[in-house]
């Protein structure tokens, strides 16, 4: 079973800034495009950033212009660099690949922003 972790989630001020980390196998990695995806309370959970393989990013309407999403290849590590944080960013953030069926689900890293 291909495992994903996710680190780095915290509790942090308003307009402070979090980076977060996603560990998987290299194959996983190097193969698919990868994304962030959030869960808040009581709502579903939503890709809020994404990176194909060749390092084109997306983000989120939400996000856009505060989060940075990378992928270092060689470590087979996922990065979310999130800048700016509103209390709206509150939530369980997850790793995963993008597109096809997701692999099993990590735990996630929680992410609180007080305001």
């Known amino acids: 079973q291909v495992h994903l972790v996710e680190s780095g989630g915290g509790l942090v001020q308003a307009g402070g800034s979090l980076r977060l980390s996603c560990a998987t196998s290299?194959?996983?990695?190097?193969?698919?495009?990868m994304g962030w995806y959030r869960q808040a309370p009581g709502k579903q959970r939503e890709l809020v950033a994404s990176?194909?393989?060749?390092?084109?990013?997306n983000y989120a309407d939400s996000v856009k212009g505060r989060f940075t999403i990378s992928r270092d290849n060689a470590g087979h590590t996922l990065y979310l660099q999130m800048n700016s944080l509103k209390p709206e960013d509150t939530a369980v953030y997850y790793c995963?690949?993008?597109?096809?069926?997701?692999?099993?689900w990590g735990q996630g890293t929680q992410v609180t922003v007080l305001s």
């Open positions: 995963n690949i993008v597109g096809g069926l997701p692999l099993a």
């Open positions: 290299g194959r996983i990695f190097k193969f698919n495009d």
């Open positions: 990176i194909n393989t060749r390092g084109n990013t």
